[in-house]
């Protein structure tokens, strides 16, 4: 009995992960770590080859496109103005746009639309730089709004707020961890999404200094047994939180050995089964187990790895970890040993700053060039495409219905055609 009973919840586990696939709800993908199970997707594309259409953008962004359905959602800034645009999928027509508030300015490489949107496919979310929070149902009609900054404080970080929310059962997570411009607390905050209401704030505490409180992370969930926790990467340490009351379960060290006054965190965290891989700024990434309490440094960390990334987020299928650090410098590790499987190998000579997706046995890498490297997965380097929209690109790819689309400062791409039969009722 129990057996059987096994069966059927992993043939069910398949078929919701199947399921999800086909959108990308938020920036991280169906999974909230990079992987999607979608297949025969595009491997070559050109600006004019392969394009099912593009839109054009008004400015840069950071923000992923998110999928779902019939529809992309964009973060979009515009001169001093922010918005959310939903597009309709089958031709990169605008459907609407709707006003998220002024105050878009650029901070070095980013703006203010840098959080990605987030959808359980009746409802969007959209986050700015300014702490602006709206939500929105998918006829663009506006359900509430809220101004982090007016409710808790001006965020403090260097470069700007750019944390995407965590969408989890009825609730966002939002992470404000920051330190260089201000005295306030680090925070965590859980909103109701149908009423956008603050369910709790917790404080994070960190001991950093100088710039290393401020993170650009975004929260991951991780998973096992009966259990669930959010996590929170930076101002040097790693937390998992009780998603019912924000309780800090555990705390683990390490991220910042040196004491570094400048080591602020973007490359967020990953979640694959029972492993959660924590970048820092390149030296160190750890890798931990679950189910500690307390202070877990000494005895969940597994391994450490000094040549991770620094803005890329890295992607893993369980077997490998995947890190692709900002000079396009590939290392490929085993994912429970630590162990270097090939490494480190050179892509393309360009700057990095959008994560690595895995799908169909391949991973894709989009540089600020605009070329998305296209390289086989597995414990051997096969590069199989270098695909270059020849365009200024921060954004991630985002891949839905054998679909990848990918945003320039100047277009957004719809590439690849839509696999047949997976057009559905919303």
Do not use: C
């Not at 890498?365 to 490297?373: A, K, L, N, Q, Y």
């Amino acid at each position: 009995m129990r057996r059987t009973l096994v069966v059927v919840l992993s043939v069910f586990i398949l078929g919701v992960s199947s399921l999800e696939a086909e959108h990308w709800p938020q920036w991280r993908g169906p999974m909230l770590n990079g992987l999607s199970a979608e297949k025969n997707l595009p491997v070559k594309w050109s600006t004019t080859e392969n394009i099912t259409w593009k839109l054009a953008m008004p400015e840069r962004s950071g923000a992923t496109p998110i999928v779902w359905g019939d529809h992309v959602f964009l973060n979009v800034g515009e001169g001093s103005s922010l918005a959310l645009w939903a597009v309709d999928r089958a031709n990169g027509a605008v459907r609407w746009k709707r006003p998220l508030g002024d105050g878009n300015r650029r901070m070095m490489k980013q703006q203010m639309s840098s959080p990605s949107p987030v959808t359980d496919g009746k409802l969007v979310w959209v986050m700015t730089g300014t702490g602006v929070l709206k939500a929105f149902d998918f006829a663009g009609k506006e359900l509430w709004s809220r101004d982090i900054q007016a409710d808790y404080g001006r965020f403090g970080l260097q470069w700007g707020y750019a944390s995407s929310p965590l969408l989890f059962e009825d609730a966002l997570y939002v992470q404000v961890l920051h330190g260089m411009h201000t005295d306030d607390p680090s925070y965590v905050l859980r909103i109701d999404k149908a009423s956008g209401k603050t369910m709790w704030r917790v404080l994070r505490p960190t001991n950093a200094r100088f710039e290393s409180p401020d993170a650009y992370t975004t929260p991951a969930l991780l998973r096992y047994g009966n259990t669930t926790e959010i996590v929170i990467t930076g101002g040097d340490v790693i937390t998992g939180h009780d998603p019912a009351s924000g309780k800090e379960l555990w705390r683990a060290d390490g991220l910042n050995p040196s004491n570094n006054g400048a080591f602020r965190i973007v490359a967020s965290p990953v979640v694959h089964g029972d492993l959660l891989f924590a970048p820092s700024r390149e030296r160190p990434l750890l890798a931990l187990k679950p189910g500690g309490r307390g202070d877990v440094t000494g005895s969940h960390v597994l391994w450490s790895f000094n040549n991770g990334p620094d803005v890329p987020t890295p992607v893993t299928d369980g077997t490998y970890l995947y890190s692709i650090n900002d000079r396009g410098i590939l290392y490929v590790l085993d994912a429970k040993s630590g162990k270097t499987v090939y490494g480190p190998q050179r892509l393309r000579n360009a700057t990095y700053s959008g994560s690595a997706v895995l799908a169909d046995g391949k991973i894709y890498i989009t540089d600020e060039d605009g070329v998305t490297t296209v390289i086989r997965t597995g414990p051997k380097f096969e590069l199989l495409a270098e695909n270059d929209l020849q365009d200024y690109t921060l954004s991630s790819p985002a891949v839905s219905d054998g679909q990848i689309f990918v945003r320039t400062a100047s277009f957004i791409y719809a590439i690849g055609q839509r696999q047949a039969g997976a057009k559905r009722t919303e």
